[in-house]
């Protein structure tokens, strides 16, 4: 597969559970973000990892946890949702998290809380 | 902080338009500023990235300009085609940071 893949696409949980969502890289990239996509909403972005390492935390509630064990992948481990976290959460890398560099974006999981 | 603002939020058009969507922003201390496309159930596509220092970027039929000091970009779409339609998104980066802060988009159809 080439460029950045996103599983699952679409996820439907409760409020207790706990899943993750994954993304991949293979842009040999070494900065990955996680972004929030909300309905009519502008794209917020959520979390920053360079080489890594967690380099931004958009005040981002600590029921939605990040996990980067290498430079191509990226998890965002999801418990005690709130239906309100129902978005399209996207991941993008770039190639070391300088400002001029493109973000390169994968297709999304589409998450739903009940 | 940082607001990016589009307008308009849609647009339908006939086949064969020009058109001219626009970006503004409200703090002038960016670094650039993206052009994304972004098609239903898939991720964002960059479509032009024009640096601070530069007033517009080409890309086929597709023309990005930027005024810095003003606050605005607008994108020009010729000869407008029914592939065209998809959301498209502006974004800034500022100076100080790598953070890209987005606009809520403008969604265009284009028809046939």
């Known amino acids: 597969e080439t460029g950045v893949t996103q599983t699952p696409r679409h996820l439907v949980m409760g409020m207790t559970n706990k899943k993750s969502l994954k993304c991949e890289q293979h842009l040999g990239h070494n900065a990955m973000y996680w972004y929030k996509q909300s309905a009519k909403k502008p794209l917020e972005l959520m979390f920053v990892y360079n080489f890594k390492e967690q380099t931004e935390n958009n005040s981002v509630p600590s029921r939605f946890s990040p996990e980067c064990p290498n430079s191509s992948h990226l998890f965002l481990h999801l418990h005690t949702l709130q239906p309100e976290d129902s978005a399209l959460y996207l991941c993008?890398?770039?190639?070391?998290?300088?400002?001029?560099?493109?973000?390169?974006f994968g297709p999304g999981t589409r998450l739903l809380v009940l | 902080k940082q607001e990016v603002t589009q307008i308009p939020a849609a647009l339908s058009v006939p086949e064969g338009e020009n058109l001219v969507l626009n970006c503004s922003f409200t703090?002038?201390?960016?670094?650039?500023l993206q052009w994304f496309r972004q098609d239903p159930g898939k991720g964002l596509t960059s479509l032009l990235l024009?640096?601070?220092?530069?007033r517009e970027q080409t890309s086929g039929r597709l023309n990005a300009s930027l005024d810095k000091s003003s606050g605005r970009s607008t994108l020009y779409i010729a000869a407008s085609q029914p592939g065209d339609s998809a959301t498209y998104l502006c974004?800034?980066?500022?100076?100080?940071?790598?953070?890209?802060?987005f606009g809520a988009g403008t969604i265009l159809r284009v028809k046939s």
């Open positions: 993008a890398s770039s190639q070391a998290g300088q400002s001029q560099e493109t973000q390169y």
């Open positions: 024009i640096q601070s220092s530069q």
């Open positions: 974004a800034v980066i500022m100076e100080y940071g790598n953070k890209l802060v």
């Open positions: 703090d002038s201390a960016i670094y650039n």
